[in-house]
């Protein structure tokens, strides 16, 4: 039974959605906006989210589980603790925001921005 598990699936395989929520919580890292689909920006928010709450505690245990999530990416890791982190010191959550844009023209998707605040 599927009680209480509210991960979203995005048509993939587990492999497949880990790679796809890993990369795209690097590109929100590294870049702080990206253009995505609703379904994806929304799956990949709380992953974001978890992470900048993790940076914001700064030890090294903390960092090497950071580094564990997005891939070896040090590069990733060292802005998400040394530029990111310290924005969010004093908020307490809600670290992204989602901004729609409208459907795609070629199959209608709803396109969306996922942003740091």
């Known amino acids: 039974m599927r009680h209480q598990k509210t991960r979203h699936k995005l048509s993939r395989d587990s492999a497949h959605r880990k790679a796809l ?3 795209l919580c690097k590109e929100v890292i590294e870049h702080e906006r990206i253009q995505t ?7 990949v928010k709380p992953e974001v989210e978890k992470l900048i709450t993790l940076a914001k505690r700064g030890d090294l245990h903390a960092r090497r589980q950071a580094l564990s999530a997005l891939g070896q990416d040090k590069f990733a890791v060292h802005k998400l603790f040394d530029e990111i ?11 992204t925001r ?4 409208g459907p795609r ?5 709803e396109m969306v921005y996922i942003e740091l605040v």
């Open 21 to 23: 929520l890993r990369n």
């Open 98 to 101: 989602i901004l729609k844009l």
């Open 85 to 95: 982190a310290p924005r969010y010191q004093e908020r307490p959550g809600g670290y």
């Open 105 to 109: 023209r070629s199959d209608a998707t």
């Open 37 to 43: 689909s609703e379904a994806k920006a929304k799956a």
